[in-house]
């Protein structure tokens, strides 16, 4: 199968529902961007060998923040039949549940493969580029 402009949107929209389900905490979203086989290295955080592992690790994660948004862009995409490679990178702002707000960027190195139900992430490394704590305490949004 020959890569297509079709391929590179799909993919690239993955990584939008991945930033995006994090974001609004829609766990079933996550889920549509990762193979149930998952292997992860999140250093820090943990060598997952499951979705689940890694979903667990996120839930956890996610819950010491009051709201987060994951900045997801500069994507490259190497297509290959029903195998895929994606960088990019991201920048996460998360506010604390105390307020404090914490920034990172970091970056993902993918493999996919197409699955009947799309594109799916069936390993990944993450690497934190940067992290600033701000100190600074958010009010509540209104």
């Known amino acids: 199968m020959t ?20 974001d609004t905490r829609d766990w079933a979203l996550v889920a549509t961007c990762f193979a149930p086989t998952l292997q992860a290295d999140y250093p820090g955080s943990g ?32 297509v290959s039949g029903d195998r895929a490679t994606a960088q990019s990178y991201a ?6 549940n105390s307020g404090e707000l914490a920034v990172t960027g970091t970056a993902y190195d993918d493999v996919l493969e197409r699955t009947g139900e799309g594109w799916r992430i069936t390993k990944r490394q993450m690497t934190r580029l940067w992290g600033h704590r701000s100190g600074i305490r958010l009010a509540a949004p209104q």
């Open 3 to 22: 890569p297509s402009v079709h391929d590179h949107l799909e993919i690239s929209d993955l990584l939008a529902r991945y930033g995006i389900g994090l």
């Open 47 to 78: 060598v997952f060998d499951s979705y689940q592992g890694w979903e667990h690790m996120a839930r956890t994660t996610l819950a010491r923040c009051s709201s987060t948004q994951h900045l997801i862009g500069n994507i490259r995409i190497s």
């Open 91 to 96: 920048q996460a702002t998360h506010v604390m």
